[in-house]
């Protein structure tokens, strides 16, 4: 069971200290039985009643010190697999996690993450249970060997057609497992595109009927069926189980006569071992769909590893005054899996200045994010080279490279935190800057936290503005920036914003269609269709 491996790989000396005192219990559990069937047969004597007493303690303090272990170890295996996949994700390159989807990544972080989080609790019972059984068999063992013989063929015929119709349950929860993924991405239509979905009848009813409730209907039918054939394998093994007690009843004792001594005790045995044995036979499918979600996370994480960015920290600052950012036959290539064609962006040979104002412009489509995202180092090119003056951006150094960077993307994510150099003076700076913004009587600034981000998207779009500027870097980048403002305050970016900045020496990149604002510029460069089609210098408008 790959959740064991889970539990034990967190920490294999807590592990085994845990299934140690765990076998105590279960031994300790198989011994009272002993003596319960020994106090039968017998006078209660005072020497069974101290053993008793002392078993029964004994039982209870291992017991509870082996769960009480495996609880700790259990959540702090969830625990660690949380911060493992979230470090794994927060490594990977953008494009591999743009490949993924986000419905993806959510899907494993919280339903399978969950999964295994739900059933690690089972686990310490669990483990008890399975001491009560080896103990029980054990005691079975000593009180005759031939008995003990033919429940132990009696199971290893018993256990693999359980173990059958589980492999069924576990073949149909990984399908619906895949189908889930599926339907996550459904759920983030609906609440991604609600908009479009209500204002359109149609296409509402076309995605209801043909895509959520087709994908829901799957992932139904296939759960329906692993816990049809989980059911199966539970009440097969209890009727197996019965099968065994009427065999010892009523055909052992006309085979093996001398055996008849010690059946009331192999009876009473097995009867109280039907409550363990039903708990392991019941904890058996949430195992299997724990194992399923433990082999997600695995193969995401594998995923994930596989296109892991080379870890680096960075020790040297990053450079205030630099001179030119050069890109030299850069190349990046969008493969689409459901089409034959690529789109390709490059070879791009360009050269910023430091303290330059850059308008990137071009249709739609034509790659100016894509650029963007070369630019600021989130993607890394296929060919090419980008230079810092002299020193070229590889590998070991590109988080460095990263640092002189403060943007707002096209699809940015507002952080309710703030961050800057010099956290003492942030909440004044922020106070300073949300009346710039005219944001003042909508939001607060408290110890470097904003009081709210539930505003308008062009609201949401200045505090983004807010959080670049505290950051204070060399180089800002401003990916349509200006799409969700009102006309005025469009300008105001364009003409006092913008030209604060500048006047900080600060490098700014802007991709814009807002033409008119254009003559604002030291240089446009236009793409089309991922080519650079013109770079053009001008004069630049004085501030």
Not at 104 to 126: E, G, K, M
Not at 249 to 261: C, I, K, M, N, R
Not at 442 to 462: A, E, F, N, P, Y
């Amino acid at each position: 069971m790959q959740i064991i491996w889970l539990l034990i790989k967190a920490s294999w000396i807590s592990a085994t200290l845990a299934i140690l005192t765990g076998i105590t219990s279960g031994v300790c559990s198989a011994r009272l039985i002993a003596l319960v069937n020994s106090a039968i047969s017998q006078n209660a004597t005072q020497s069974l009643l101290i053993s008793f007493a002392g078993l029964s303690i004994l039982a209870f303090v291992t017991g509870s010190l082996s769960q009480f272990l495996l609880v700790d170890l259990a959540q702090n295996s969830v625990y660690q697999l949380r911060l493992r996949l979230s470090q794994r994700i927060l490594a990977s390159s953008l494009r591999q996690l743009e490949q993924l989807g986000p419905s993806r990544l959510f899907a494993v972080l919280t339903q399978d993450v969950q999964a295994i989080s739900n059933t690690v609790f089972v686990i310490p019972f669990l483990c008890i249970d399975l001491a009560v059984v080896g103990g029980c068999l054990i005691y079975l063992g000593w009180l005759s060997i031939w008995v003990f013989l033919i429940v132990v063929a009696f199971m290893v015929v018993a256990i693999p057609l359980v173990q059958l119709l589980l492999n069924f349950a576990y073949r149909y929860l990984n399908l619906a497992r895949q189908e889930d993924d599926q339907l996550f991405t459904h759920f983030r239509s609906i609440t991604d595109g609600l908009k479009e979905l209500k204002l359109h009848s149609v296409r509402r009813q076309t995605f209801f009927a043909e895509d959520l409730s087709v994908s829901a209907a799957k992932s139904r039918q296939y759960q329906k069926n692993a816990f049809k054939f989980a059911a199966l394998s539970s009440g097969g093994g209890q009727f197996l189980f019965f099968l065994l007690l009427g065999v010892l009843l009523f055909g052992v004792p006309e085979a093996l006569p001398s055996t008849q001594a010690v059946l009331p005790a192999y009876i009473l045995t097995l009867s109280y071992l039907m409550g363990p044995l039903g708990n392991i036979i019941q904890r058996l499918p949430n195992l299997a769909s724990a194992n399923v979600s433990i082999q997600k996370v695995n193969r995401m994480g594998l995923k994930l590893a596989e296109h892991a960015e080379v870890e680096t920290v960075v020790t040297k600052p990053t450079p205030k005054d630099w001179n030119q950012l050069k890109l030299a036959g850069v190349v990046h290539t969008y493969q689409d899996p459901g089409a034959d064609h690529q789109f390709r962006v490059g070879p791009i040979d360009l050269t910023i200045n430091s303290g330059e104002l850059v308008f990137i412009v071009g249709g739609n489509g034509s790659g100016k994010s894509t650029l963007a995202k070369l630019i600021t180092g989130l993607y890394t090119p296929e060919s090419g080279e980008i230079r810092l003056d002299a020193e070229p951006i590889v590998d070991t150094n590109r988080e460095w490279y990263r640092q002189l960077f403060s943007t707002v993307f096209a699809d940015y994510y507002l952080f309710e935190r703030l961050i800057s150099e010099e956290f003492s003076t942030l909440d004044a700076q922020a106070r300073a800057y949300l009346r710039k913004l005219e944001l003042e009587q909508k939001v607060t600034v408290q110890d470097g936290q904003l009081s709210t981000t539930g505003l308008s998207q062009g609201q949401r779009k200045r505090l983004a503005l807010l959080s670049a500027y505290l950051e204070n870097r060399s180089i800002y980048l401003f990916d349509e920036w200006a799409a969700d403002q009102d006309p005025i305050f469009r300008e105001i970016f364009y003409t006092q914003l913008l030209a604060e900045l500048k006047q900080r020496g600060k490098t700014i990149l802007v991709i814009s269609h807002d033409d008119h604002f254009f003559h604002l510029a030291d240089r446009i460069i236009k793409l089309d269709y991922g080519r650079m089609e013109s770079d053009e210098y001008l004069a630049g408008e004085q501030w």
